[in-house]
């Protein structure tokens, strides 16, 4: 069976000046002790990543939009590009400080001790690319290209739009994590999943694929609906 379990690094970002301190402290104790990557069966081939150095990882998006949302949770995601039309679920923590994955494999996971998406910060959606059985929900996730839509339907009734900036590979022990999970000042939703050659003895990928995106407005769920870019799930 081809189970895969992402493991990666995260820090919340919210408005709080005492929240922000909290938030940077976690990311700094995850930095120095969690593994990031991808696990297979019961073979975890997690690797012990470092920080990567200014210029070795993808850039953070830029031009996104300058208002911040409020916090909410998403419901629902929605790619056009690659045909994902999915609920979302929240993830956590696992008891030895690793994120979460989703239990189902056509359902992606919001890291949910992050920003929820279209708050300034990070906010980071998993999802896994097959199982045993077949594709999964991200199986497509690396053929998207910049300037794809991605929409994500929030709790509260709003549709964040975000619009991809660009998708990298990379080697688990290279994996940028506060590339990834860190706030840049912007608002921006990163998707991540597995990818790259696949270990046949270990029964899992060596890589993972990040799509990193811009927000670029929000618009209510029936007026999204109603242009034809509503919320997930729906055309």
């Known amino acids: 069976m081809n189970e895969l379990d992402c493991r990666a690094w995260g820090h919340q970002a919210r408005r709080s000046k005492r929240w922000r301190v909290a938030a940077v402290v976690l990311l700094l104790i995850a930095a120095g ?9 019961q073979n975890s081939l997690a690797s012990q990543a470092a920080p990567s150095a200014p210029g070795g990882t993808a850039a953070a998006p830029s031009g996104v939009a300058s208002l911040e949302v409020a916090r909410s949770a998403p419901v629902a995601l929605r790619i ?10 929240g993830l956590g923590l696992n008891p030895d400080g690793t994120v979460q994955v989703p239990t189902n494999f ?4 919001w890291f949910q001790l992050g920003p929820s998406p279209g708050q300034v910060g990070s906010a ?12 999964a929900v991200f199986f497509r996730l690396r053929s998207l290209r910049a300037g794809d839509r991605v929409e994500v339907s929030l709790a509260d009734g709003l549709v964040a739009h975000f619009v991809v900036s660009s998708v990298e590979t990379y080697l688990k022990k290279e994996f ?9 000042g912007n ?4 998707l991540v999943t597995c990818g790259g050659k696949f270990d046949t003895r270990a029964r899992s990928y060596l890589s993972n694929v990040v799509v990193y995106t811009s927000f670029v407005a929000t618009t209510p769920a029936a007026a999204s609906a109603a242009a034809g870019v509503g919320p997930a799930g729906q055309n």
């Open 33 to 41: 002790s969690l593994e990031v990557g991808l696990r297979g069966d």
């Open 80 to 89: 056009p590009a690659i045909g994902v039309a999915v609920s979302v679920s």
């Open 106 to 109: 056509e359902e992606a996971g």
């Open 124 to 135: 980071v959606i998993l999802g896994h690319v097959d199982s045993y059985v077949g594709p």
């Open 176 to 184: 940028p994590a506060r590339q990834v999970y860190g706030s840049h």
């Open 187 to 190: 608002s921006a939703l990163q």
